[in-house]
Nanobody, 125 residues
Framework: QVQLVESGGGLVQAGGSLRLSCAASGRTSSSYAMGWFRQAPGKEREFVATISWGSTFYADSVKGRFTISRDNAKNTVYLQMNNLKPEDTAVYYC????????????????????WGQGTQVTVSS
């Protein structure tokens, strides 16, 4: 089992920045893929970013503005969000996929085994 706890959400004006953190505990491994997803009110959950074996992959909507990083020693993944837009408003979820393979990216939420409780990000215009 893996437990995930997100933090760092909040209210920010358009153009501002936030950094989300997700601390993992339990049976963690540096071989796991870790990802961020988000869900806005009335919308489907969508992929934001993932990191696996040092490689990163982003949704087109956040490319160039968001950066995912990982500290394996702390079992923590981060999402640095810059130049935030009102359309980034959502609940952001951290997720872990065990048994991630080198060279693959994981953008489908159904591939992830564990999820955090979510943290709210609100961007005002």
């Amino acid at each position: 089992q893996v437990q995930l706890v997100e933090s760092g959400g909040g209210l920010v004006q358009a153009g501002g920045s936030l950094r989300l953190s997700c601390a993992a505990s339990g049976r963690t491994s540096s071989s796991y893929a870790m990802g961020w997803f988000r869900q806005a009110p009335g919308k489907e959950r969508e992929f934001v970013a993932t990191i696996s074996w040092g490689s990163t992959f982003y949704a087109d909507s956040v490319k160039g503005r968001f950066t995912i990083s990982r500290d394996n020693a702390k079992n923590t993944v981060y999402l640095q969000m810059n130049n935030l837009k009102p359309e980034d408003t959502a609940v952001y979820y951290c997720a872990v996929k065990s048994r991630a393979y080198l060279g693959r990216t994981y953008s489908d939420g159904d591939e992830y085994n564990y999820w955090g409780q979510g943290t709210q990000v609100t961007v005002s215009s």
